[in-house]
Structures are given as structure tokens and as C-alpha cells.
């Protein structure tokens, strides 16, 4: 079968797919800054530190018993994941307005929380807090070293208490 | 200058038929209409404005988030091209939808809070993919135009070999990228140092507790990644290297996928643009009419 040349409006709508999804990936590359959906895609890019190891947490208050829970699961936080409302979170605390930005960030977690209790089921809330987590001793070869009961320092970053509703 | 323009002119058109790009078309689409079929954006329409930190054209085009009701028919609209774009219908037109509203329905939740990248490559292909002729072959509207006009069969072009290249330059950039960050970030440190045991420590499963007990099978693990990261536009123009590191590099993910829980299910599904399906399909079907001739071949000598 014989073969159609492409004519020059297809040749150049060619060159031109080329030359962005080519160029710009490279661009990204060379600058590594991000533009979505292209990037130089650090993820994972720099090394963990380790001394200390830390780690900021989103955690509910149990209305019943005052206990402390992780609110980390998907079903809790939804339609964000733990990492993206952990950095959502970590954005808004280094902002200037970071108190007043922060309060209303745990106010919507709560509402949403609270909306969709009827679906997964967790304990009502009489607070929610964030708390930066830090382990000055980690062994990687031991995750255990990790655990939430060996934290070395434990600092209250933000917390709002959750209103009872009216009876 | 010939040499080049003409290396050029072999790596990006050389003339194919339409097959493998309409295969190439049916499996991306019908694979992440299936994928996405349970995506939701409604929730987020429902989110606080404070968590609002709009990022790339999103802020550029001040692009907002919709009521439920919008995003609602947005994603339903979006699915449906994605369909019709799979069965090849009015592909042109459900191609580009695809596309566009791609742009809006995996960029939305990046711009509240932290950038993921699980779906830049289906944004990108699916673009790639709408400015091609995909639909030129296996497809609802290439049998209407053989019954309507008794058009011809499409002749190989390089139209049908552009589209599959670049979205192979695309993912052996992705991967570049991702192995010059490590480099530019951490240096060697990423090898050498204790790093690839701390990337797994958060991810408490007995496969990755068993690696970190092993020191030098974590800077062998480090190693890799960089050594298949980087090399990975080599598969561009090496046959050796597309059959050894695109394989390497989709293990690495799923690898990724089951220690870590990390969900890049749609880049194990882009890797079908590496498979040459026009080639597999003529060596399975030759296979098959060969076991069919066997299968119905005379007996020769035996009973008389």
C-alpha cells in the first residue's frame, strides 16, 4: 500500500505538540519549577531528615472520653488526602493571618468531619488540634522507633474546640 | 543538516499504518474511563475558600471551583468523552473534550493545597491524543465512512506514529525529571546515605521492614532508580535500553505501588504506548491461522 505524505497544516499542528509537551517538560527540568500538569517531578527529591524526624498530625478529640485520635484516614478528611491536608495545613500556618487562617481551616475540617459522620461512623468531637511530632532518636532499621508513643516532643501547633449542638 | 533533518523526519513520522495508534487510543481511554468511573468532584465544592491556593493556569485563567451541580455535569460530560473516545466516536470532537475538560477535572484538586502528579500524564496524552488522527482506525466513525462512501483503507502515514512518540518522549522525560530532582536536591547523599530506608519507614508492611534491615540492598535500590530515572530517554533511541529499562521502570512502580501505597495506576496503564500492539497483533494473528491450518491439515499416512 502506498504511503500519504502528511500535508504541511498536519506537519506543522505536529511540530507544535512537539515542541510544548517537549519544550516545557524541559524547561520544568532545567528550572525545576513546576507549571501542572508539567514539573520536574521532585517528589520524594530530598533527603528525610533525620535528626529530628518530625512530622505534623491532624488528630480529633473524643466528645465521650477526652482521647485523642488521628484523623488521617481518608474517610475522615475527605475529599482530601492525608498529604494534601497536611500540606494544605503546613501553607496556612506559615502564613502571617496563620492563627485566624488556620482556625478556619480546622473549622472546615470539623464541619466536614461532622457532615459525613453518618458514613464512616467516627466518634463525635469536642476539639480538633494539629501537633508537630518529633523524634530525636530514629533508628532506620526500626520503624517502631517511629511509633506515636516514642515521640520525643510534642508541640501544639493549632486547635479549635468543636461547639456541642444544642439539645 | 540533511542527516539530521532526516533522523528527524524517522523518529517522528516515519510512515505506519493506523493500527497501533487507534489500539493505543482504545486502551487509554477505555482504561481510565474505567479508572475514573467513581471520581467525584462534587466534595470540593464544598471546602472552605481558605484552603484555596490556586496554582498554574488555574490561577492565570482565574479559574474557580464550581457549584456541585457544575462539577457534577462537568465530570459526567468528561466521562462520557472519554467513552465515546474509546469506541472512536465523533473522535475528533470527544478526543478534544476529553482534553479540555481533563485539564479541569484532574488539575481541580491540586489547587488546594499541594500539587499531586499521580494524573499530569493522562492530562498531557489525552491532549497529544486530541490532536491526532486516532480515530482513523477501529473505530465507530471509520465504519461509517466505509459504509457511507466505501472510503478506502487508510493508507500508513506518519501521521500515525507522531502521536505514540511523543507520549514516549513524555514519559522518558517524566522519568528524566524525576532522577535529575533527586540529583539536583540530595546529590549522591540519595544513594549513599541512610535515605532510602528513611522513604520507607513511615510505610509500616513486612516487605519494607525487611529491605531497611538490608543496608546495601537499599543503596542498590537508590541506585537503580537514578540509574533507570535518568536513562530513561535512552529508551527513545536504543532498542536494548526500551527492552530493560521501561520494563525496570514499570517494576520500580509497582514496586512503589505495593511498599508504599503510592497510587500510580495511570502511569502503569500509559505504558502502552511502548508496546508496538500493530506488530503483536499481526504476530498473533499469523500464530493463529498457523495452529488453524495445523488444526485442519489432512492426516497424512496412518490407517488405510
Same mark, same amino acid.
Given at each position: 500500500?502506498?504511503?500519504?505524505?502528511?500535508?504541511?497544516?498536519?506537519?506543522?499542528?505536529?511540530?507544535?505538540?512537539?515542541?510544548?509537551?517537549?519544550?516545557?517538560?524541559?524547561?520544568?527540568?532545567?528550572?525545576?519549577?513546576e507549571?501542572?500538569?508539567?514539573?520536574?517531578?521532585?517528589?520524594?527529591?530530598?533527603?528525610?531528615?533525620?535528626?529530628?524526624? %518530625?512530622e505534623?498530625?491532624?488528630v480529633?478529640?473524643?466528645?465521650?472520653?477526652? %482521647?485523642?485520635?488521628?484523623?488521617?484516614?481518608?474517610?475522615?478528611?475527605?475529599?482530601?488526602?492525608?498529604? &494534601?491536608? $497536611?500540606?494544605?495545613?503546613?501553607?496556612?500556618?506559615?502564613?502571617?493571618?496563620?492563627?485566624?487562617a488556620?482556625?478556619?481551616?480546622?473549622?472546615?475540617?470539623?464541619?466536614?468531619?461532622?457532615?459525613? &459522620?453518618?458514613?464512616?461512623?467516627?466518634?463525635?468531637?469536642?476539639?480538633?488540634?494539629?501537633?508537630?511530632?518529633?523524634?530525636?532518636?530514629?533508628?532506620?532499621?526500626?520503624? %517502631?522507633?517511629?511509633?506515636?508513643?516514642?515521640?520525643?516532643?510534642?508541640?501544639?501547633?493549632?486547635?479549635?474546640?468543636?461547639?456541642?449542638?444544642?439539645? | 543538516?540533511?542527516?539530521?533533518?532526516?533522523?528527524?523526519?524517522?523518529?517522528?513520522?516515519?510512515p505506519?499504518?493506523?493500527?497501533?495508534?487507534?489500539?493505543?487510543?482504545?486502551?487509554?481511554?477505555?482504561?481510565?474511563?474505567?479508572?475514573?468511573? %467513581?471520581?467525584?468532584l462534587?466534595?470540593?465544592?464544598?471546602?472552605?475558600?481558605?484552603?484555596?491556593?490556586?496554582?498554574?493556569?488555574?490561577?492565570h485563567?482565574r479559574?474557580?471551583?464550581?457549584?456541585?451541580?457544575q462539577?457534577?455535569?462537568?465530570?459526567?460530560?468528561?466521562?462520557?468523552?472519554?467513552?465515546?473516545?474509546?469506541?472512536?466516536?465523533?473522535? @475528533?470532537?470527544?478526543?478534544?473534550?476529553?482534553?479540555?475538560?481533563g485539564?479541569?477535572?484532574?488539575?481541580?484538586?491540586?489547587?488546594?493545597?499541594?500539587?499531586?502528579?499521580?494524573?499530569?500524564?493522562?492530562?498531557?496524552?489525552?491532549?497529544?491524543?486530541?490532536?491526532?488522527?486516532?480515530?482513523?482506525?477501529?473505530?465507530?466513525?471509520?465504519?461509517?465512512? @466505509?459504509?457511507?462512501?466505501?472510503?478506502? $483503507?487508510?493508507?500508513?502515514?506518519?501521521?500515525y506514529?507522531?502521536?505514540?512518540?511523543?507520549?514516549?518522549?513524555?514519559?522518558?522525560?517524566?522519568?528524566?525529571?524525576?532522577?535529575?530532582?533527586?540529583? @539536583?536536591?540530595?546529590?549522591?547523599?540519595?544513594?549513599?546515605?541512610?535515605?532510602?530506608?528513611?522513604?520507607?519507614?513511615p510505610?509500616?508492611?513486612?516487605?519494607?521492614?525487611?529491605?531497611? +534491615?538490608?543496608?546495601?540492598l537499599?543503596?542498590?535500590?537508590?541506585?537503580?532508580?537514578?540509574?533507570?530515572?535518568?536513562?530513561?530517554?535512552?529508551?527513545?533511541?536504543?532498542?536494548?535500553?526500551?527492552?530493560?529499562i521501561?520494563?525496570?521502570l514499570?517494576?520500580?512502580?509497582v514496586?512503589i505501588?505495593?511498599?508504599?501505597?503510592?497510587?500510580?495506576?495511570?502511569?502503569?496503564?500509559?505504558?502502552?504506548?511502548?508496546?508496538?500492539?500493530?506488530?503483536?497483533?499481526? &504476530?498473533?494473528?499469523?500464530?493463529? &491461522?498457523?495452529a488453524?491450518?495445523?488444526?485442519?491439515?489432512? +492426516?497424512?499416512?496412518?490407517?488405510?
Amino acid at each position: 500500500m502506498s504511503v500519504t505524505p502528511m500535508s504541511a497544516a498536519r506537519r506543522g499542528v505536529a511540530h507544535a505538540a512537539i515542541a510544548v509537551v517537549a519544550g516545557v517538560s524541559l524547561a520544568c527540568i532545567a528550572t525545576d519549577r513546576e507549571y501542572w500538569p508539567f514539573s520536574p517531578y521532585p517528589m520524594f527529591a530530598e533527603l528525610v531528615p533525620t535528626q529530628p524526624y %518530625a512530622e505534623v498530625v491532624l488528630v480529633g478529640v473524643r466528645r465521650e472520653d477526652g %482521647a485523642e485520635f488521628s484523623l488521617r484516614p481518608h474517610k475522615y478528611i475527605r475529599p482530601f488526602d492525608w498529604s &494534601r491536608q $497536611r500540606v494544605a495545613l503546613e501553607q496556612l500556618l506559615e502564613r502571617p493571618d496563620g492563627g485566624a487562617a488556620v482556625a478556619r481551616a480546622l473549622a472546615d475540617c470539623a464541619r466536614r468531619y461532622e457532615v459525613r &459522620r453518618v458514613r464512616h461512623h467516627g466518634p463525635a468531637l469536642s476539639a480538633i488540634r494539629v501537633y508537630r511530632l518529633e523524634w530525636h532518636h530514629v533508628n532506620p532499621r526500626n520503624s %517502631a522507633s517511629v511509633d506515636v508513643d516514642r515521640v520525643d516532643r510534642r508541640v501544639l501547633l493549632a486547635e479549635l474546640t468543636v461547639p456541642t449542638e444544642g439539645r | 543538516m540533511t542527516r539530521l533533518r532526516d533522523a528527524w523526519e524517522r523518529f517522528w513520522f516515519e510512515p505506519v499504518s493506523p493500527m497501533n495508534l487507534a489500539t493505543c487510543r482504545i486502551l487509554f481511554f477505555g482504561s481510565f474511563a474505567l479508572w475514573y468511573r %467513581a471520581l467525584d468532584l462534587r466534595p470540593w465544592a464544598g471546602v472552605d475558600e481558605v484552603f484555596w491556593m490556586p496554582v498554574s493556569y488555574f490561577e492565570h485563567l482565574r479559574l474557580g471551583v464550581g457549584s456541585p451541580a457544575q462539577l457534577g455535569w462537568i465530570q459526567a460530560v468528561w466521562k462520557g468523552a472519554m467513552w465515546c473516545s474509546c469506541l472512536g466516536l465523533a473522535t @475528533r470532537a470527544s478526543t478534544a473534550l476529553s482534553a479540555i475538560l481533563g485539564f479541569y477535572v484532574l488539575g481541580l484538586p491540586n489547587n488546594f493545597g499541594k500539587t499531586h502528579h499521580f494524573d499530569t500524564v493522562v492530562v498531557l496524552i489525552s491532549a497529544i491524543l486530541a490532536l491526532s488522527r486516532c480515530g482513523d482506525a477501529w473505530s465507530v466513525d471509520r465504519l461509517f465512512a @466505509r459504509w457511507r462512501t466505501r472510503a478506502p $483503507r487508510v493508507a500508513p502515514q506518519g501521521e500515525y506514529s507522531w502521536p505514540v512518540r511523543l507520549a514516549q518522549v513524555l514519559m522518558a522525560l517524566i522519568f528524566f525529571g524525576a532522577g535529575i530532582s533527586k540529583l @539536583r536536591h540530595a546529590g549522591l547523599a540519595w544513594i549513599f546515605s541512610e535515605n532510602m530506608a528513611m522513604i520507607f519507614l513511615p510505610f509500616s508492611n513486612s516487605w519494607a521492614e525487611g529491605i531497611v +534491615q538490608l543496608p546495601w540492598l537499599c543503596h542498590l535500590l537508590a541506585a537503580g532508580t537514578i540509574a533507570i530515572e535518568t536513562g530513561a530517554p535512552l529508551a527513545l533511541f536504543y532498542r536494548w535500553a526500551r527492552w530493560t529499562i521501561i520494563p525496570s521502570l514499570w517494576v520500580m512502580q509497582v514496586g512503589i505501588l505495593l511498599l508504599m501505597n503510592i497510587k500510580f495506576q495511570p502511569y502503569l496503564i500509559c505504558y502502552l504506548f511502548w508496546v508496538r500492539w500493530d506488530w503483536l497483533l499481526e &504476530r498473533t494473528g499469523a500464530a493463529l &491461522r498457523s495452529a488453524r491450518r495445523v488444526a485442519v491439515a489432512p +492426516q497424512s499416512g496412518g490407517d488405510r
